[in-house]
């Protein structure tokens, strides 16, 4: 009994976290604990997947707090979530028209038709950008997101099955708990791309949106090594960097706490509902 018991307490320990993050299924956005500006959560899956229902085992939830928990360690503070009344996570459920195979045909251009399918099922708040869980694959990436101001879009989108010919596919990392790794970063890089960064005005920018100055930076745009990841190592690019008139993440309205004067992602259009059909095009009123 005594060799089984660290393995009884380990398993009473799982089933103990696990009902906190669970919860039923939503197909819309649950009413908000907070009008400020927030990241909404989508799980999609297209119309011939299988659902593994990453939005109602705590898969996503538990992941996302470890992102978070990430973020505040490197910043102070955290980016903020939709959550419902009661500060649970809230996790969209989206089953899109088309298949995989008719999305892949769009190659680079996956997110942008997936960001026209989100926005046209009424997620187009005024004051939200979107994280999507794909569970398909891309051509060639596991994440993908828009870039204001040159490339506007309120969706970044995490391709969760993609498979490479040289490198291991998106589905062999795991959504992590304890430690952030693969999608963990994952998420928290492509939200910051959807924020507007990192601005052109960046001391080390390169390849759009990237910096080349620092591997273990979350922005650093080739192919990164294993371990854990930066915020703006050396403050020089695009948080707290100091640089006059250049986008900072300090400043970001989707951070919790907001600085007073706190802005959303450039060229948002205040108070207005935007409807963003891809390929940086969007309609507001």
Not at 64 to 91: V, Y
Not at 169 to 197: D, Q, Y
Request: charged letters at 25%; hydrophobic letters at 35%; one cysteine or more.
């Amino acid at each position: 009994m005594r060799g089984r018991l660290p393995l009884l307490l380990a398993l009473g320990m799982a089933l103990a976290v696990t009902p906190a993050f669970a919860q039923e299924r939503a197909t819309a956005d649950r009413p908000d604990a907070s009008d400020l500006y927030q990241v909404h959560v989508i799980y999609a899956v297209p119309s011939d997947g299988k659902d593994r229902k990453l939005d109602t085992d705590g898969s996503i939830q538990r992941s996302l707090a470890t992102a978070n928990r990430w973020f505040q360690e490197e910043s102070g503070r955290k980016l903020r979530f939709d959550t419902t009344k009661d500060g649970a996570l809230d996790i969209s459920f989206l089953k899109l028209a088309r298949t995989e195979a008719e999305l892949k045909g769009f190659r680079a251009f996956i997110r942008d038709e997936i960001e026209k399918d989100v926005n046209a099922a009424g997620f187009r708040h005024a004051r939200k950008i979107y994280l999507v869980y794909y569970d398909g694959a891309h051509v060639n990436t596991c994440g993908s997101s828009g870039w204001p101001p040159k490339n506007k879009g309120n969706t970044a989108v995490l391709f969760l099955l993609t498979e490479f010919e040289k490198a291991p596919p998106c589905h062999s990392h795991k959504f992590e708990e304890a430690t952030p790794r693969f999608w963990e970063f994952a998420a928290v890089h492509e939200i910051l791309h959807t924020l507007g960064f990192v601005p052109e005005c960046a001391k080390n920018r390169s390849q759009h949106s990237h910096v080349n100055d620092d591997k273990a930076d979350i922005l650093y745009g080739e192919s990164r090594p294993p371990g854990r990841r930066r915020l703006d190592p050396g403050n020089d690019d695009y948080f707290r960097h100091g640089i006059p008139g250049c986008l900072d993440l300090e400043n970001s309205a989707f951070l919790d706490p907001a600085n007073p004067g706190a802005q959303p992602p450039p060229e948002w259009q205040v108070g207005k509902t935007c409807t963003y059909t891809g390929y940086g095009k969007r309609t507001c009123e």
